[in-house]
């Protein structure tokens, strides 16, 4: 009967406690810093002493109180990792688009999902107008290249009569040069001793006359000749005479007239055929440039009009697609526009624009994984990590990879979320060809990065730890007394923080000293406070003179605008979580 009123008692007491936890707060057991533990200077509740001695009757006096929680600090493997989600892709993925200009009409397209081989046609795109355009160029192709062929027949002719006109007023020349040295140097002193040697014979003529007169008219007077004879005489002197005079005359014509007339005649001549054959060599230059500047604009005309047949022939082939590599057929889809309109549905009849994208052939046995990592994780990302990656559309497979690329610069923020700083991380998986094959491009994949993964670290729970300025705290149970200890702490995950010093394996970590030793920590706070008034180098700053910045924590704890924290004001489009870390064990 005794213990059943002491068990009710006790039971009345524990309930009291509880309502009446929050008003008490104060009345805890705080220990001090060299282990000894030390009571609270407020009041203690009325059924305080009640409900030691019922504790005192069912318990042993080395027993923790039940109110705290605690956990063994381990040596054990500890993981760092970064959990996001992404989007499958292939890596080499080849992309078929219309390299038609303006637009056409697909004609024939394979179906969706079929898989094709290397070079087998995939699609047929309307080149009606553009076999049209290609006949009637080739016809063009034609007369360019007769054109050609004319003018490069004209360039030889031209070649051959100018090497014929410039020989013809060669010789020109060459025979008025000679002309004239035959002149100078035989006609003229031959004249010159032809009329000489008339002069001189003349003269002897004259005095063979002259001495016949003489004689005859001697004879005459004494009476041996005739008076006529004698006449006849004299009529031969004189006509010699005459003779003479005549071949002396012509000596002088010939000096004074007819060598120099004949001289500049044939001087003249010889520089006009000089001239005239300057003139020839112009002349046939400019013929010959101009046959040499017309079979140039032949030729580039009949490239040009090549150019373009090759350019109707090369539209003609590009309507007809082949696949460039063996692959699932998987149909481009069409990306609205900021004005709400999208491309096209990828169909028969469907028109087609240049440059759109039309047909997609990812090499299933080759994935990727495109994501993007938060700005304030990505300097814990480097490239070679491994990678664990679990598909939805494969919830029971597990896939690995390593991290393959990481962009350096952030994406551009998009609406309504501008500010948020994101990197682009591919992702490359790294399993066999038989089990990658069981993805599909397209698909979404949530993947853990492995930051960190040693063994026998020791650690404890993160609650466990409190930070205090820059000093970290750890409460150790040791029976039913607690001690606080300063530790030194190294990395951390979601769950556990790595510990350097302060606390040996096995020993009881407290996993609610901020609920159990509110007042302790209240005084840590506020010794902190007064040693950082004290101290002029590391005075705090007045917070009324510092300005909060955009997307920073002011002072006070809020962000500048609205009061919102610092972090992400809308999960992530797409993958319908925030990142986190996550610690696996």
Same mark, same amino acid.
């Given at each position: 009967?005794?213990?059943?009123?002491?068990?009710?008692?006790?039971?009345?007491?524990?309930?009291?406690?509880?309502?009446?936890?929050?008003?008490?707060?104060?009345?805890?057991?705080?220990?001090?810093?060299?282990?000894?533990?030390?009571?609270?200077?407020?009041?203690?509740?009325?059924?305080?002493?009640?409900?030691?001695?019922?504790?005192?009757?069912?318990?042993?006096?080395?027993?923790?109180?039940?109110?705290?929680?605690?956990?063994?600090?381990?040596?054990?493997?500890?993981?760092?990792?970064?959990?996001?989600?992404?989007?499958?892709?292939?890596?080499?993925?080849?992309?078929?688009?219309?390299?038609?200009?303006?637009?056409?009409?697909?004609?024939?397209?394979?179906?969706?999902?079929?898989? @094709?081989?290397?070079?087998?046609?995939?699609?047929?795109?309307?080149?009606?107008?553009?076999?049209?355009?290609?006949?009637?160029?080739?016809?063009? @192709?034609?007369?360019?290249?007769?054109?050609?062929?004319?003018?490069?027949?004209?360039?030889?002719?031209?070649?051959?009569?100018?090497?014929?006109?410039?020989?013809?007023?060669?010789?020109?020349?060459?025979?008025?040069?000679?002309?004239?040295?035959?002149?100078?140097?035989?006609?003229?002193?031959?004249?010159?001793?032809?009329?000489?040697?008339?002069?001189?014979?003349?003269?002897?003529?004259?005095?063979?006359?002259?001495?016949?007169?003489?004689?005859?008219?001697?004879?005459?007077?004494?009476?041996?000749?005739?008076?006529?004879?004698?006449?006849?005489?004299?009529?031969?002197?004189?006509?010699?005479?005459?003779?003479?005079?005549?071949?002396?005359?012509?000596?002088?014509?010939?000096?004074?007239?007819?060598?120099?007339?004949?001289?500049?005649?044939?001087?003249?001549?010889?520089?006009?055929?000089?001239?005239?054959?300057?003139?020839?060599?112009?002349?046939?230059?400019?013929?010959?440039?101009?046959?040499?500047?017309?079979?140039?604009?032949?030729?580039?005309?009949?490239?040009?009009?090549?150019?373009?047949?090759?350019?109707?022939?090369?539209?003609?082939?590009?309507?007809?697609?082949?696949?460039?590599?063996?692959?699932?057929?998987?149909?481009?889809?069409?990306?609205?526009?900021?004005?709400?309109?999208?491309?096209?549905?990828?169909?028969?009849?469907?028109?087609?624009?240049?440059?759109?994208?039309?047909?997609?052939?990812?090499?299933?046995?080759?994935?990727?994984?495109?994501?993007?990592?938060?700005?304030?994780?990505?300097?814990?990302?480097?490239?070679?990590?491994?990678?664990?990656?679990?598909?939805?559309?494969?919830?029971?497979?597990?896939?690995?990879?390593?991290?393959?690329?990481?962009?350096?610069?952030?994406?551009?923020?998009?609406?309504?979320?501008?500010?948020?700083?994101?990197?682009?991380?591919?992702?490359?998986?790294?399993?066999?060809?038989?089990? @990658?094959?069981?993805?599909?491009?397209?698909?979404?994949?949530?993947?853990?990065?492995?930051?960190?993964?040693?063994?026998?670290?020791?650690?404890?729970?993160?609650?466990?730890?409190?930070?205090?300025?820059?000093?970290?705290?750890?409460?150790?149970?040791?029976?039913?007394?607690?001690?606080?200890?300063?530790?030194?702490?190294?990395?951390?995950?979601?769950?556990?923080?790595?510990?350097?010093?302060?606390?040996?394996?096995?020993?009881?970590?407290?996993?609610?000293?901020?609920?159990?030793?509110?007042?302790?920590?209240?005084?840590?706070?506020?010794?902190?406070?007064?040693?950082?008034?004290?101290?002029?180098?590391?005075?705090?700053?007045?917070?009324?003179?510092?300005?909060?910045?955009?997307?920073?924590?002011?002072?006070?704890?809020?962000?500048?605008?609205?009061?919102?924290?610092?972090?992400?004001?809308?999960?992530?489009?797409?993958?319908?979580?925030?990142?986190?870390?996550?610690?696996?064990?």
């Amino acid at each position: 009967m005794v213990g059943i009123l002491v068990l009710g008692v006790g039971y009345f007491a524990v309930g009291a406690m509880t309502n009446e936890t929050s008003k008490e707060s104060a009345s805890q057991t705080a220990p001090l810093s060299n282990g000894e533990s030390s009571q609270a200077t407020s009041s203690q509740p009325w059924y305080a002493s009640l409900l030691s001695k019922v504790q005192g009757m069912f318990s042993g006096g080395d027993q923790a109180p039940s109110d705290i929680m605690t956990k063994p600090a381990v040596k054990g493997r500890f993981r760092i990792t970064v959990n996001e989600k992404g989007f499958l892709d292939s890596q080499h993925n080849e992309t078929l688009v219309c390299k038609v200009p303006g637009s056409t009409t697909i004609i024939k397209i394979v179906p969706e999902g079929i898989y @094709v081989k290397k070079g087998e046609i995939i699609c047929e795109l309307d080149s009606s107008a553009y076999v049209d355009k290609a006949r009637q160029q080739e016809i063009d @192709v034609k007369q360019a290249d007769a054109s050609l062929l004319i003018s490069k027949k004209n360039l030889e002719i031209q070649k051959t009569q100018n090497e014929s006109d410039i020989a013809i007023a060669k010789l020109a020349f060459e025979l008025a040069v000679l002309d004239l040295e035959k002149y100078k140097d035989g006609e003229l002193p031959q004249q010159l001793d032809k009329i000489n040697g008339q002069i001189q014979l003349k003269n002897e003529q004259l005095i063979r006359k002259k001495e016949s007169y003489e004689f005859t008219r001697k004879m005459t007077k004494k009476g041996y000749r005739s008076q006529s004879d004698l006449e006849a005489e004299r009529i031969s002197v004189t006509q010699a005479e005459i003779d003479l005079k005549v071949e002396n005359a012509n000596l002088t014509v010939l000096k004074k007239y007819t060598s120099f007339r004949k001289l500049a005649q044939l001087t003249a001549d010889a520089k006009e055929f000089e001239r005239d054959l300057g003139r020839v060599r112009l002349k046939t230059s400019a013929l010959l440039a101009k046959a040499e500047a017309d079979l140039d604009a032949r030729e580039l005309t009949q490239e040009l009009e090549t150019e373009k047949l090759e350019e109707w022939n090369e539209r003609i082939k590009n309507c007809t697609m082949s696949a460039p590599q063996d692959g699932e057929i998987v149909y481009a889809k069409g990306s609205a526009s900021r004005r709400g309109s999208s491309e096209p549905e990828i169909i028969e009849g469907a028109t087609v624009r240049e440059r759109q994208k039309i047909i997609n052939i990812p090499d299933v046995t080759s994935m990727k994984i495109d994501a993007k990592i938060h700005e304030s994780m990505i300097s814990q990302i480097i490239v070679g990590q491994p990678v664990t990656i679990h598909a939805d559309a494969q919830p029971d497979e597990t896939f690995h990879g390593v991290v393959a690329e990481i962009s350096s610069v952030p994406l551009s923020g998009s609406w309504p979320n501008y500010d948020i700083k994101e990197y682009q991380v591919a992702i490359n998986l790294t399993d066999s060809k038989k089990h @990658v094959s069981l993805l599909r491009p397209g698909l979404s994949a949530d993947f853990e990065i492995v930051v960190q993964d040693r063994e026998d670290v020791l650690q404890v729970p993160m609650q466990s730890v409190v930070q205090v300025g820059k000093g970290y705290y750890c409460w150790i149970l040791n029976g039913a007394k607690t001690q606080r200890r300063k530790v030194k702490v190294g990395e951390s995950n979601d769950t556990e923080i790595e510990i350097l010093d302060g606390v040996e394996e096995g020993e009881l970590t407290v996993m609610n000293p901020r609920s159990k030793f509110a007042n302790e920590i209240s005084e840590l706070e506020s010794t902190f406070t007064s040693d950082m008034k004290n101290d002029p180098i590391r005075k705090p700053i007045d917070p009324k003179l510092m300005k909060p910045q955009q997307g920073r924590i002011s002072p006070a704890g809020s962000a500048k605008g609205k009061g919102k924290p610092n972090q992400r004001s809308k999960k992530r489009a797409g993958t319908g979580k925030a990142p986190r870390k996550k610690a696996a064990r």
